[in-house]
């Protein structure tokens, strides 16, 4: 089973950027379709976004679309989160994970202020 361990994340003002990293290790990464989610303060975890084995293929959260971008980079092991014009409904703790399995990063925290 692949292991994830985010970073990326800190505090940010609105309209900022932060990109996020997820390093993977374990099975090949390109055999799983991975993707972010976030929990912000006193809610549940929320789908970001996803992108498929090859890449090709990636799908957002409305709140995210057109302002986050979801990459890999299957040679580094790599998947990552560049998120722009942030607000602070952006406000999270963010995961990375692989699709439909039970597998979650340690998470990275991060805080959009006014």
């Known amino acids: 089973q692949v292991q994830l361990v985010e970073s990326g994340g800190g505090l940010v003002q609105t309209g900022g950027s932060l990109r996020l990293s997820c390093a993977t290790s374990?099975?090949?990464?390109?055999?799983?379709?991975m993707g972010w989610f976030r929990q912000p303060p006193g809610k549940e975890r929320e789908f970001v976004a996803s992108?498929?084995?090859?890449?090709?293929?990636?799908r957002y959260a409305v709140p995210v679309k057109g302002r986050f971008t979801i990459s890999r980079d299957n040679a580094k092991n790599t998947v990552d989160l560049q998120m722009n014009s942030l607000k602070p409904e952006d406000t999270a703790v963010y995961y990375c994970?692989?699709?439909?399995?039970?597998?979650w990063g340690q998470g990275t925290q991060v805080t959009v202020s006014s």
């Open positions: 374990g099975r090949t990464l390109s055999s799983y379709a």
């Open positions: 992108i498929s084995r090859s890449g090709e293929r990636t």
């Open positions: 994970t692989v699709i439909g399995r039970g597998t």
